[in-house]
């Protein structure tokens, strides 16, 4: 039921994110969906939580506790397949290495493009969001590897209903974008992770 707090992980929605990108199946048993009712005067839709993050409600998978459930349902799917990229983007914990070496690279080559301009606003959203890692934030490269440089994928290729990033991007980095996407849809030709 939208409101409640559940901490069962939610099957449909995690398959519904997968049909988005259906790559990331061989990832499913990594993934967590969970549900939660939204926190009056927080504006978070969902939130994302590494599998060995002490606050994670399934520890051992990467977790999405979604909040905003009122949204239309192409963009929960945009929301929770967005929030993936965190994961599939990610260095395990447990073995140094990327979880998807071929993402990785791709993620890489995107990061690669942002421009002097862009990176001046991301030193602002940085500083805003400084506060919320309760005066201990990541030094800025290692916050644009684990959030923003993935917010920038989510919002070209998943983007949530209010589309804010939709005209953020340089024609060098919607090339990138595609071929992320081919990645993400099984269609890129390097490999298979």
């Not at 969970?34 to 978070?44: K, N």
Request: glycine letters at 8%.
């Amino acid at each position: 039921m939208v409101g409640e707090v559940n901490r069962k992980p939610n099957a449909g929605l995690l398959n519904l994110a997968l049909n988005k990108f259906p790559h990331l199946r061989q990832y499913a048993n990594d993934y967590a969906v969970i549900t939660a009712p939204s926190v009056p005067g927080d504006d978070r839709q969902l939130e994302s939580y590494p599998p060995s993050e002490d606050y994670n409600p399934i520890p051992g998978k990467a977790t999405t506790e979604l909040y905003n459930q009122s949204v239309p349902m192409p963009y929960v799917q945009n929301l929770i397949a967005g929030d993936m990229l965190h994961h599939v983007g990610a260095i395990d914990d447990t073995t140094g290495e990327p979880v998807s070496p071929t993402y990785q690279a791709l993620k890489q080559a995107f990061l690669a493009t942002i421009t002097p301009e862009q990176k001046k606003v991301d030193q602002r959203a940085y500083q805003q969001q400084a506060p919320l890692y309760g005066g201990n934030p990541p030094p800025f490269d290692q916050w644009m590897q684990t959030s923003r440089g993935d917010e920038y994928i989510m919002g070209l290729l998943s983007p949530d209903q209010a589309d804010n990033w939709k005209n953020f991007y340089t024609p060098q980095q919607r090339q990138v974008g595609g071929l992320l996407n081919q990645y993400l849809q099984g269609k890129y030709k390097t490999g298979p992770r």
